[in-house]
């Protein structure tokens, strides 16, 4: 949270928990968009893409042969944007650790 005060922003930090759980599934969330996408721009020169490429190309594949998956993701990408969209409302910077 940002507080004014006397012209200046105190920044102070909360010891509040906030429950990360809805986010658990952004990998595969991730995974069979990013594969879908990859399926359409580069499924027609998959034979002369990486194996990583091709991976993702047959992972894409996969899920657009199975609309329910397809749907299954978009349906949680929804919700894990309101979810973030939630907890910005209570707080105005998240820090989490990183590791390069």
Request: include cysteine; charge should be negative.
């Amino acid at each position: 949270h940002l507080e004014e005060g006397g012209g200046q922003a105190d920044i102070y930090s909360t010891t509040e928990d906030i429950d990360m759980s809805p986010f658990v599934d952004t990998t595969a969330v991730f995974l069979a968009l990013r594969g879908t996408s990859f399926a359409a721009a580069y499924g027609s020169i998959k034979d002369s893409c990486k194996p990583e490429i091709q991976w993702n190309i047959e992972l894409g594949d996969f899920v657009d042969s199975h609309p329910e998956l397809l749907l299954e993701a978009h349906d949680a990408l929804c919700e894990m944007r309101k979810r973030a969209n939630d907890l910005f409302r209570d707080f105005d910077i998240l820090a989490t650790p990183c590791v390069m």
